[in-house]
């Protein structure tokens, strides 16, 4: 995922507490304390701590975050980040160095599963947990 698509940053200094939802790029560089949900990309700089929800179209994570990460897409974790929640998504990238407690979870062609009506032998097989 390219940096120079960012359309908006968190600055490094900048401590922010609530909701936030948006559509593109945002690049959290501060403190953040609450929930994300967007159809969009979000970036976890080294700088970061992140406590609170993510539920996105995809991740990237460089930073701290203290809360359970969903992307749509794709979860990329980096060296040296640490992670204490689960991470869920159909493809999770986890580079060398990183500290992970929780769970991670891949469905793997998560828009043909119907959670209701599968049996759990075939969820079982969907399913991959690290």
Known sequence: MKKDNIIAT???????????????FLTIKGKYIGTITSGGTLYIEDSALFEGNINVKNSVIAGQIIGDVTAEEKIEVLSNSVIKGNLKAPVIKIADGVEIQGRCQMIQDADTIDIFSTTVNQLKKSVTII
């Open 10 to 24: 968190l600055g490094l200094n900048t401590v922010f507490n609530g909701n936030l939802s948006f559509n593109d």
